[in-house]
């Protein structure tokens, strides 16, 4: 319903055709064009999956790295030390620390996007769980953000890394990018969350994977897309 809209909302839903499915292609073309703000706004990709997220064995979570980024200043923290806290500032991490940082974190400080840690100090960062999972920002090994690879975590955080996870209402939310991004690239970087989506599909899921997809922008309309043609999309 668009009458709780204002008025620029409303111009832009009628540039949009009631009821269809629209092609990637177009979808981008058309997103693009009613990504009217005052500011670059994110491209965002909603994605409504066929699991019960309340059973563990349907929980659908990964990550991907975008072939031309997320358009946004990634602050990354690393809980490391010696050699590997070295390795670290010299991948370009914002601040690195081990049990220093872990109490400034535990005292109430949380200005950084992503944390990454090096197993040997999960221990110290395990108790952060209450600050950190909450707001999405606990270290994984399943997410790649606990890893001794400090180097390419914190490149890949850098350079485009986004992760995904299913809500409790079932649904995947993620980015694919700016609006002043070009289409080829959110073209490509769609592909890229397609695929990663499809490839963690859960091993024991039976029926329908992923029931719709919908692309919007911070502030504009919504497009539902052509469900065939989108999934298509993983693997190329």
């Not at 058309?30 to 994110?42: E, M, N, Q, S, Y």
């Not at 079932?170 to 609006?179: C, I, L, P, R, S």
């Amino acid at each position: 319903m668009t009458q709780a809209h204002g008025k620029r909302y409303r111009s832009l839903v009628e540039q949009l055709e009631v009821g269809k499915e629209y092609l990637p292609a177009e979808a981008i073309t058309k997103v693009k064009a009613t990504a009217v703000a005052k500011f670059d706004t994110t491209i965002e990709i909603h994605l409504r999956m066929g699991v019960d997220p309340r059973h563990a064995d349907q929980m659908v979570r990964g990550a991907a790295v975008l072939p031309h980024g997320t358009g946004k200043t990634v602050r990354v923290v690393v809980f490391a030390q010696g050699d590997k806290a070295r390795e670290a500032q010299a991948a370009g991490a914002d601040v690195v620390g081990a049990d220093d940082l872990a109490k400034r974190v535990e005292g109430g400080w949380l200005e950084f996007d992503v944390a990454i840690a090096t197993p040997d100090l999960m221990v110290a960062v395990g108790k952060l769980g209450r600050v950190l999972g909450p707001r999405g920002l606990m270290p994984n090994p399943k997410s790649g953000t606990v890893t001794f690879d400090v180097t390419k975590a914190v490149k890949d955080a850098k350079g485009g890394r986004i992760e995904f996870r299913v809500d409790k209402t079932g649904v995947v939310h993620t980015v694919v990018g700016k609006a002043s991004f070009s289409e080829a690239a959110l073209t490509a970087n769609l592909a890229t969350v397609m695929d990663a989506v499809n490839r963690a599909r859960p091993a024991g899921l039976k029926g329908q994977y992923v029931r719709s997809v919908h692309l919007t922008s911070t502030q504009g309309p919504s497009l539902k897309l052509d469900l065939g043609a989108v999934l298509g999309m993983a693997g190329r």
